[in-house]
Antibody, heavy 122, light 108 residues
Framework: QVQLQESGPRLVKPSETLSLTCTVS??????????WGWIRQPPGKGLEWIAY???????NYNPSLKSRVTISVDTSKNQFSLRLTSVTAADTAVYYC??????????????WGQGTLVTVSS | SYELTQPPSVSVSPGQTVSITCSGD??????ACWYQQKPGQSPVLVIY???KRPSGIPERFSGSNSGSTATLTISGTQAMDEADYSC???????????FGGGTKLTVL
């Protein structure tokens, strides 16, 4: 059974860059049947999709965050990563890494990391 | 951009049936899925591809999707079902993942 684990700083200063890594075990980021993505959830609010990536490097981003977000994959380490630049307090949230399963126009998240709370504060 | 709308809250008595709706433009032409999230925990997939249950999800959870509304139905609701439920769809025109705002289910 695949497991995903987020890692990275829990506290980031305003205007700086948030960087998180997701380590995948029990499965491979090089699998052809999955996308790998990031979702966040501000305290007390709903889920917000950030980005996803395919092992080949193909990506897609939430348009509301696209100008500040980069997602990347490292198949040699079986990891994928998120960078969010110029953060503000509005970026304070629990960040989840996730695996998307599906085909054509039917994609859903079948595995989630435990989530990590990232706080933006000076 | 494509949007999904859910009621903020729904309540149900133990043992009763409850439905949670998710509305979006021609949502019935897309596939919908549902996640259950309990406080302090990661979401869990309970319905995918409109009406399919992943392994380990109780039969009391069912789903449907037609027209502009997807519906999650819980039959014989138990206290353990109290949680937030979020719908999600894939916008085929943009390949974006879209979430509804979430519905808090209270089992009174």
């Amino acid at each position: 059974q695949v497991q995903l684990q987020e890692s990275g700083p829990r506290l980031v200063k305003p205007s700086e860059t948030l960087s998180l890594t997701c380590t995948v075990s029990g499965g491979s980021v090089s699998s052809t049947n999955f996308y790998w993505g990031w979702i966040r959830q501000p305290p007390g609010k709903g889920l917000e999709w950030i980005a996803y990536i395919y092992y080949s490097g193909s990506t897609n981003y939430n348009p509301s965050l696209k100008s500040r977000v980069t997602i990347s994959v490292d198949t040699s380490k079986n990891q994928f990563s998120l960078r969010l630049t110029s953060v503000t307090a509005a970026d304070t949230a629990v960040y989840y890494c996730a695996r998307l399963r599906g085909y054509t126009n039917n994609w859903y998240i079948d595995s989630w990391g435990q989530g990590t709370l990232v706080t933006v504060s000076s | 951009s494509y949007e999904l709308t859910q009621p903020p809250s729904v309540s149900v008595s133990p043992g009763q049936t409850v439905s949670i709706t998710c509305s979006g433009d021609k949502l019935g032409d897309k596939y919908a899925c549902w996640y259950q999230q309990k406080p302090g925990q990661s979401p869990v997939l309970v319905i995918y591809q409109d009406n399919k249950r992943p392994s380990g999800i109780p039969e009391r959870f069912s789903g449907s999707n037609s027209g502009s509304t997807a519906t999650l139905t819980i039959s014989g609701t138990q206290a353990m079902d109290e949680a937030d439920y979020s719908c999600q769809a894939w916008d085929s025109s943009t390949a974006y993942v879209v979430f509804g705002g979430g519905t808090k289910l209270t089992v009174l």
